[in-house]
T-cell receptor, first 112, second 115 residues
Framework: DAGVIQSPRHEVTEMGQEVTLRCKPI?????LFWYRQTMMRGLELLIY????????DSGMPEDRFSAKMPNASFSTLKIQPSEPRDSAVYFC??????????FGPGTRLTVL | DQQVKQNSPSLSVQEGRISILNCDYT??????FLWYKKYPAEGPTFLIS?????DKNEDGRFTVFLNKSAKHLSLHIVPSQPGDSAVYFC??????????????FGKGTLLTVNP
């Protein structure tokens, strides 16, 4: 158990709909990350936060993607509007030491 | 532009034999390297890491080798066990001696260990 809850675990939606993915890491971490995994591109970093502040969002593919971290134990990744090419598994992870990150189980998103 | 490359999408080995997973990188600023293991329907889990000041790190059945001049690292698993069957991701970070949290991952290699 990596101490990360992601919801929903599976999401199926139609193109154009808004999608919100949620992450609840255990408290006491310093860093929180959002990743996307696809067959074509593997595991890509989208954005990461330090002490709830976004540090690097250069991996966010488009303005349709946004992420927030209102407090130390909750973060959201929103896609609006969603497109079929957004279909992927989205992971949230947290880090406290410099050499490890702890990943949640992921949310499998399918956009029809 | 893939800065971390795992050129073998899959690898199959017999139980008890050695598994060797390879990873190449292009960014000379990377100074910390990690391997993660991922089972289906789960998130990746940390396996082993190595700093660029070393060329080898060992942890039980797992050993990571780093060849900085070739920009190449490998993960050796010996002996391989059926429970090792998973996708293995190579990751790199830097500069920062590991204090740079931003990880760049390869696409992964699916290891299958046959009984």
């Amino acid at each position: 158990d990596a101490g990360v809850i992601q919801s929903p675990r599976h999401e199926v939606t139609e193109m154009g709909q808004e999608v919100t993915l949620r992450c609840k890491p255990i408290s006491g971490h310093d860093y929180l990350f959002w990743y996307r995994q696809t067959m074509m591109r593997g595991l890509e970093l989208l954005i990461y936060f330090n002490n709830n502040v976004p540090i690097d969002d250069s991996g966010m593919p488009e303005d349709r993607f946004s992420a927030k971290m209102p407090n130390a134990s909750f973060s959201t990744l929103k896609i609006q509007p969603s497109e079929p090419r957004d279909s992927a598994v989205y992971f949230c992870s947290w880090g406290r030491s410099y050499n490890e990150q702890f990943f949640g189980p992921g949310t499998r998103l399918t956009v029809l | 532009d893939q800065q971390v490359k795992q050129n073998s999408p899959s690898l199959s080995v017999q139980e008890g034999r050695i598994s060797i997973l390879n990873c190449d990188y292009t960014n000379s600023m990377f100074d910390y390297f990690l391997w993660y293991k991922k089972y289906p329907a789960e998130g990746p889990t940390f396996l082993i890491s190595i700093s660029s000041i070393k060329d080898k790190n060992e942890d039980g059945r797992f050993t990571v080798f780093l060849n900085k001049s070739a920009k190449h690292l490998s993960l050796h698993i010996v002996p391989s066990q059926p429970g090792d069957s998973a996708v293995y991701f190579c990751a790199a970070s830097g500069p920062g001696g590991g204090s740079n949290y931003k990880l760049t991952f390869g696409k992964g290699t699916l290891l299958t260990v046959n009984p």
